[in-house]
C-alpha cells in the first residue's frame, strides 16, 4: 500500500514507583502503563527517491532531532531496495514533553508503520530493541498493549487496568525528565513490589511531590483536579489525570477547567489505537 495514516496515541503511567538506581545511572522503574483514545497522527507516503522526508508540523526544532526522523533512518538499513523512500506528515496534538510520551509514540508508529510501507518484515521484538535506542518508552508502544513494565521499562507483564475516563490537564510548563532523575530530593526507594498492583489507585508517582515542589503551575493543575477526582502525575509531568467512571462526568469538570490550563478528556484503553489501525491496513 503506497499511502496511509496511523495513529500515535498517549500513553499514562498510572502510577511510577523508583525502585533503585542502576550503575549507569538509569533509575529502576515500576510503572503501569496505559493508553489513551487520543494520538498524534502520522501519514505514510512511498517514494522511490530512497530519501526521509518530514513534515513536522508545528514542532520548531531541527528535524534531525525528531524522533520520527530519527526512528526512520535507523530502519534505512533493513530495506531491501536502496531507492524506497517515504514521506511523512506529523499532525501533532499531543503536548510535548508533557509526560504523555508523545514523541516515543511517534517513533513507534514510524517504526511499525515503515515496517509496513517497506514490507521489511522485522517482528515486533526486532522494532522493540531498535525502539528502545531512541527512549525507554518506545518498546511499550510497539508491544500496545497496558502494560506493567519494570527495569527502565522495558521488561513487561501484561495487565488490565480499568478502562476508564480522564481528564487530563496540561499546565503551561516544559519539565526536564533528565532533570527530574538528576535531583537529590527524588525518592529513589520505594520497596519493589511483589507483583503488578491490581488497583493503580493504590500506587503512586514518585516524581509527583518533587515536581509539584518544582513546578508551582503542576501542583496548583493536581490540587485544582483534585477536587473533582483521584488524580495524579503522568510520567515525570508535566500533565495530571484525574479519574472520571463517565465521558460526561470528565467533560463536566473540563467545561470549567481555569483559563490557565488546557485540557482534554480520553478514554483509557488497554489496547493501543495504533495496533487497531494496523489490523485494519491491506
Ligand atoms: C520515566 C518516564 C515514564 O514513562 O517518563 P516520561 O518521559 O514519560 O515523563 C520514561 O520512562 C522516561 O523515558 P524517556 O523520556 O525516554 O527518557 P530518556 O529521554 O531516555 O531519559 C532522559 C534522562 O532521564 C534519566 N533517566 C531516564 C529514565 C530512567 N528510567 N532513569 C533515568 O535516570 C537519564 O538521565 C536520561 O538521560
Ligand atoms: N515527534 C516528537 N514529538 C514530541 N517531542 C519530540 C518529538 N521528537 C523529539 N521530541 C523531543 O522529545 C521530548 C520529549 O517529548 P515527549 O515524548 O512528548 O514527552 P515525555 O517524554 O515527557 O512524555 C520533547 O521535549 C522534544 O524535545
Known sequence: MAAFSLPAPAKLNLYLHIIGQRADGYHELETLFQFLNYSDE???????NGEIELDQGGLNFPITENLIYRAANLLLPFRNDPQQGARLKLIKQLPAGGGLGGGS??????????NHLWQLGLTQQQLANIGLRLGADVPVFIHGHATFAQGVGEIFSPANPAENW?????PEVHVSTAEVFSHPALTRNTPALEKALNEWEQGHNDCEKLVCSLYPQVASALQWLLKYALSRMTGTGA???GCFSSAVEAEQALQVLPTEFRGFVAKGVNQSPLHQALKQLP
Open 166 to 170: 480522564y481528564l487530563i490537564v496540561q
Open 42 to 48: 502520522i501519514q505514510f507516503e512511498l517514494t522511490a
Open 239 to 241: 500533565c495530571v489525570f
Open 105 to 114: 509514540s511517534d517513533a513507534a508508529t514510524t517504526l511499525l508503520g515503515l
